[in-house]
């Protein structure tokens, strides 16, 4: 069984640029998650899918981070205009329920580094 | 909110012997899951065990197992016969038994730097 697969793996921009992270979760997953792990510190979930629909999004920095699961498989994230707080590793979770109470299966994650 | 500590930033340990990894969470609800994940070098994070808490008895995955004290919340994870392999980061980590939308979420530790030394 194919794991969930992230791209790119590694990422380097200046600040005030735009850029986009793939995801694509574990086949017949309903629930994807995308996770911040800053340096030194555990994962914080972002954004929270079902299907193609928002669970939760409570931490997701509106302004100017943006995610989009449009046929309820693959995702994007996206930052627009990036902050050098931005600088983290993105993770790529998938879980097989639609409520998401079953082990999350993480991808191997995007490194970002924001100049 | 819930939360979940790591107060041990490092840890190391001689190849063959046994370590123990600490973890403390604060929540108010009852009904909970509990993990640890393994995370090595510039690799995905995996799971490494998992305690639903309303079980009593503690989890076991071959050299891993925890001590889960839920009047504590303390949840421990003790690495036997350590191995080469098994150094990573390891993370302690919470999630809510609710089905309500946004419950399911993982609230992570810090994190744990485990060296194996040979």
């Known amino acids: 069984e194919a794991g969930v697969a992230q791209s790119p793996r590694y990422k380097i921009i200046e600040k005030r640029q735009s850029v986009a992270f793939w995801c694509n979760p574990i086949s017949g997953h309903a629930t994807l998650y995308w996770y911040q792990q800053i340096l030194g510190q555990g994962p914080k979930l972002l954004i929270q899918?079902?299907?193609?629909?928002?669970?939760?999004d409570s931490q997701l920095p509106k302004d100017r981070f943006s995610a989009e699961r449009l046929k309820g498989v693959d995702s994007t994230l996206k930052i627009q205009p990036a902050k050098l707080e931005d600088s983290a590793v993105y993770l790529c979770a998938s879980s097989f329920l639609a409520g998401g109470t079953d082990t999350q299966y993480f991808g191997p994650g995007t490194r970002l580094t924001v100049l | 909110a819930q939360t979940v500590t790591q107060s041990q930033p490092e840890m190391s340990v001689q190849e063959a012997e046994t370590v123990t990894l600490s973890c403390t969470y604060d929540?108010?609800?009852?009904?909970?899951?509990l993990f640890w994940y393994k995370q090595p070098p510039s690799r995905q994070m995996i799971l490494v065990i998992r305690?639903?808490?309303?079980?009593?008895q503690n989890a076991t995955e071959n050299r891993f197992s925890v001590n889960f004290q839920k009047a504590a919340k303390s949840f421990s994870l003790k690495i036997s016969d350590s191995q080469l392999g098994d150094a990573a980061m390891y993370f302690c980590?919470?999630?809510?038994?609710?089905?309500?939308?946004?419950?399911?979420?993982?609230?992570f530790g810090q994190g744990t730097r485990l060296t194996i030394n040979p």
């Open positions: 980590a919470y999630r809510s038994a609710g089905r309500i939308q946004g419950a399911q979420k993982l609230v």
């Open positions: 929540t108010s609800e009852s009904d909970y899951y």
């Open positions: 899918f079902q299907n193609n629909g928002v669970v939760d």
């Open positions: 305690q639903e808490a309303y079980k009593q």
